[in-house]
C-alpha cells in the first residue's frame, strides 16, 4: 500500500555532515526500491517526507532510526494515500540554511504532479510548509539528554510489615511510589488491591460476587489504609483506587472512608481517590455529588488513566480535580512519536492553565522520562522507578546525572 511517512530529526552540532552527497548516495537504494519523497535541512535539524510501499518504508525507517549520525528521531505523520505527492522516484535535498523559503516552497510545489490548490490543502504539505517558513525549525529540547543519565536504586524509606495480614483480610495490597525524581520527592503512594495470592486487580474483582463489587471496593481500603500505618507512612500521601459507583451505591460512603482514615492516623488530606476518565463519565450526575462531600472532607481527587477514555479534555471542563494521570497508552514510547507529543503538550498546557497537577504514569524507559521531563512534567510512576511492592515499598531508583556526577568524580 502506497504510504506517506514524515520524520524530525536532528543532527549533532558537532557534526559536519554533507548531506548532498548523503542523498546521492542514498538514493541509488530509493530508486531501486521505488522509495521518492523530499529532505529539508534547516538549523541542524532534518525533516524528511518518504513516500513508497508500505513494508518498504517500515524497513526503511527502522534503519533510519538507529542511523547514529542524528539523534533524536520523531515519527510525524503515516498516512496512505493513492498516489505520490513527489512522482519523480528518488529523494529531493534542500539545504535551507542556503536556500531561500520561497524559492524552496515553488519548486516543492512544482515536483508534485497534484494541482497546486489540492496540493497545498494536504498535511504533508503543511508540515512541509511550516518547516520552511518558521524562524526556527523546532529542535530536540536541549534538556532530553537520555543518555546522561541512568537509575540507581535506593532502598524504601518505610518499614517492611512484620507479616503479611493476609488471613484476616479478603485481600491484599501493593505500593507503587509516584515519584518527582529531580527533588528526590516521594509525591504519593499509589495501593494496588491485589488477591490473597497476590494476584491482579482483574483477578481480585472476578473471584468476588458481582453484585458486592461496591461495597467489596470501598472495605477494601481499610486493608490499604491499614498498610500505610504498618509500614509508617509519616506525612506522604496514599492515592486509593475507586469505582466512582463505590462512593454512590454504597451508603455512608465517604463517611465510612474518613472513619478508616481517622482509625490508621492518617489524615483525610493524606489520601487521595483515583477514578478512571470513563467511569467519571458514564455516572457523572450521580457521581457529582459524591465528588462534593469527597472535596468537603479534605481527601483529594485525581482523574486516572487519563486520554485512554472518550472524554479526554472536555472532562475538564466538567470537573477540575487536583490531579490528571496520563494513561501509559500515550506515555509508551513518546520520545518516537510526533502525535502523542503534540497531545501531551496540550494536556500539559490544560492542566498548568488550571494549576492541575500532571502525573506520567506507565513508565518505562529513560527516554520517555527525560522527553516529559523537558516537556514540563514532574511526577511520575512506572515500573522504570519502581515496581509496585506486595505489603510494601520496594526499592526506589531514582535517576542519576552520570555525565554530571563523571565531571564531579
Ligand atoms: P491504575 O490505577 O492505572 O494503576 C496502575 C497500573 O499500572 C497498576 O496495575 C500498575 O502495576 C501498572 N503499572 C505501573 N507502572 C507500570 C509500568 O511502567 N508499565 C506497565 N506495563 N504497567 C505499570 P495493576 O496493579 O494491575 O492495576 C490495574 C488497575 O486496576 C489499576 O490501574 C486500577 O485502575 C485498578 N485497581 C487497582 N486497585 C484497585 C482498587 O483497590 N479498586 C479499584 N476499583 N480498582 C483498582
Ligand atoms: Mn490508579
Ligand atoms: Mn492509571
Known sequence: MLTTLIYRSQIPLTHEI???LLVEKANVNNMSHGVSGILLFKDNVILQVLEGDESILEQLFSKIKHDSRHFGVVELMRDYAPRRRFENVGMMYFDLDTLEADAVLKTVRQLSKLKSYLLTEERVYKFIHTFITQKRALP???Y????KW???PQRSPFHTPERSPVDTQCCQFAFQPIIEPPAGHITSLEALIRNKDGGSPASFFASIDHNKRYEIDLNSKSVAFALAKEIDIGDHKISINILPMSLVVVPDAVEFLLQEIKKYGLMPEQVIVEVTEDEMISGFSQFSSAIKKLRVSGMGLAIDDFGAGYAGLSLLTKIQPDKVKIDREII????LSGPKQAVVRSIISCCHELEIAVVAEGI???EEWCWLESA???????FLFALPELNGVGEIRWPVNTADSLVQA
Open 18 to 20: 554533507n548531506l548532498s
Open 140 to 142: 530536540v529540547s536541549q
Open 144 to 147: 532530553f539528554q537520555p543518555e
Open 150 to 152: 541512568s537509575v540507581i
Open 332 to 335: 509508551t514510547n513518546i520520545h
Open 364 to 366: 518505562e524507559r529513560i
Open 376 to 382: 514540563g512534567i514532574k511526577r511520575f510512576q512506572g
